[in-house]
């Protein structure tokens, strides 16, 4: 995932001014904020963690798919241009809505969660 331009810019302006603290400290914060995110719920499309009953596992597979490009289309948030922590917290939003829209749509197929 690249960093968003807000945390570069805050980087080049703290680095500019010779605040290599507050830089070491405010990429500390970008790193943990980071992994928290990768620590994300991901939508598995295996087929595996989804079953209907008379289904084969293509087709579980291709719903699934179907249900990722359906969610991932009402979850936008604007863009405030702001960056760092608030595009953070924008991504987080983002991230739930699109689980909940993947898992409406599974269920609302006639899925149940196996796992």
Do not use: H
């Not at 830089?23 to 595996?48: E, N």
């Not at 597979?61 to 917290?89: K, N, S």
Request: net charge neutral; charged share 20%.
């Amino acid at each position: 995932m690249a960093l968003p331009s807000g945390i570069l810019a805050a980087a080049v302006i703290l680095a500019a001014r010779g605040n290599w603290m507050r830089l070491a400290a405010w990429m500390g914060v970008v790193l943990v904020a980071g992994l928290l995110t990768g620590c994300a719920a991901s939508m598995d499309v295996s087929g595996r963690e989804w079953a209907k009953p008379n289904t084969g596992p293509s087709q579980v597979t291709w719903d699934e798919y179907q249900c990722v490009w359906e969610a991932d289309g009402f979850t936008r948030t604007p863009d405030l241009i702001v960056g760092g922590l608030v595009d953070l917290g924008r991504y987080t939003i983002e991230e739930r809505r699109r689980e909940g829209g993947f898992t409406q749509c599974m269920t609302s197929r006639g899925y149940k969660r196996v796992s």
